[in-house]
């Protein structure tokens, strides 16, 4: 089971950190991913990380404003997100795979979302 947290409302260039807390399965063994998904708008892949967390993989759009990581000892990842732009406003979806990938429908575990919101 995966929880995501620490959405809320935030001004256009601000910051917040989501948190993706993992129960009921061996954390460590899965690769873990962000997806995004804005109203009116398909699903899509922000961020992807390694079971280690030695390798990291963005969307074209978040590199150098999202940073991916994850802490094993207590089972969660974390998706730091800066310098927010009101396109980023969508629901954050976590996700656990088995393959480091970008694709969602390779993904077999997701967590139930939670909103980021961005005012201009």
Known sequence: QLQASG????????????SCAASGRT?????????RQAP????????AISWSGAFTY??????????ISRDNAKNTVY??????????????Y???TMVLSVIGAEYHWWGQGTLVTVSS
Not at 7 to 18: D, E, F, T
């Open 7 to 18: 959405g809320g409302l935030v001004q256009a260039g601000g910051s917040l950190r989501l």
């Open 79 to 92: 998706l730091q997100m800066n310098s927010l732009k009101p396109e980023d406003t969508a629901v954050y």
């Open 58 to 67: 963005y969307a074209d759009s978040e590199k150098g404003r999202f940073t």
């Open 27 to 35: 954390f460590s063994s899965y690769y873990m991913g962000w997806f």
């Open 94 to 96: 976590c996700a656990a």
């Open 40 to 47: 009116g708008k398909e699903r899509e892949f922000v961020a």
